[in-house]
């Protein structure tokens, strides 16, 4: 089956400018989660969304904001870009209980300029 | 709060020797634990997992014993090959798909 798609792959963006990434799951996951990765801070947990709703949010500022469609499919949006957002995001999909694990996608690269 | 250590690398070692990635937490409840893997250029992949104490996980050589007693849940494996280079992280979860990573650990495998 197909595995966690996001797209797109890389992104290079000015500062002060927005982006929407993109994150469609595993047929059947209903969970999605968020994460951003940088060489300093590593794995911070973004957010997660199950059912179209937002269920648990890491600590991160407004600028970053997330939701997710009827068919599981979900977006995160960064407003207002910073140098410092320059990060690898990781989209990653479950069932709905943790037990099982994640499974992610290859992550999107952002990259602000 | 929650929180993940593991031992920082990167981790330097000649093919089919011992390898062994110390892992420790600190939970509230009782944690579910992983170990998952990233290549270059790839997200991450789940290694394996153990959901309750004493529980062992394994998968390609790899294991890990989940130890309530010293909070730790250390990879081992007992011959490692130059395709296992990759970035280890250890991580536990909680409660609704709430994870927490550790900072990972680079390992490089000499032929």
């Known amino acids: 089956k197909a595995g966690v798609t996001q797209t797109p792959r890389y992104l290079i963006k000015t500062r002060g400018q927005q982006v929407t990434l993109s994150c469609s799951p595993i047929?059947?996951?209903?969970?999605v989660s968020w994460y951003q990765q940088t060489p300093g801070q590593g794995l911070q947990f973004l957010f997660e969304?199950?059912?179209?709703?937002?269920?648990n949010k890491g600590n991160f500022p407004g600028r970053f904001s997330g939701r997710q469609f009827s068919n599981s499919r979900s977006e995160m949006n960064v407003s207002t870009l910073e140098l410092g957002d320059s990060a690898l995001y990781l989209c990653?999909?479950?069932?709905?209980?943790?037990?099982?694990?994640?499974?992610f996608g290859s992550g999107t690269r952002l990259t602000v300029v | 709060g929650d929180s993940v250590t593991q031992m920082e690398g990167p981790v330097t070692l000649s093919e089919e020797a011992f390898l062994t990635i110390n892992c420790t937490y600190t939970?509230?409840?009782?944690?579910?634990l992983f170990w998952y893997v990233q290549y270059p250029g790839e997200g991450l992949q789940l290694l394996l997992k153990?959901?309750?104490?004493?529980d062992k996980g394994s998968n390609k050589g790899f294991e890990a014993t989940y130890r309530k007693e010293t909070t730790s849940f250390h990879l081992e494996k007992g011959s490692v090959q130059v395709s296992d280079s990759a970035v280890y992280f250890c991580a536990l979860s909680v409660s609704f798909n709430k994870f927490y990573f550790g900072s990972g650990t680079k390992l490089n495998v000499k032929p």
């Open positions: 047929s059947g996951h209903r969970s």
């Open positions: 990653a999909s479950s069932l709905s209980s943790p037990g099982g694990g994640y499974t």
């Open positions: 969304y199950f059912s179209e709703t937002q269920r």
């Open positions: 153990a959901t309750k104490a004493d």
């Open positions: 939970a509230t409840g009782y944690p579910s």
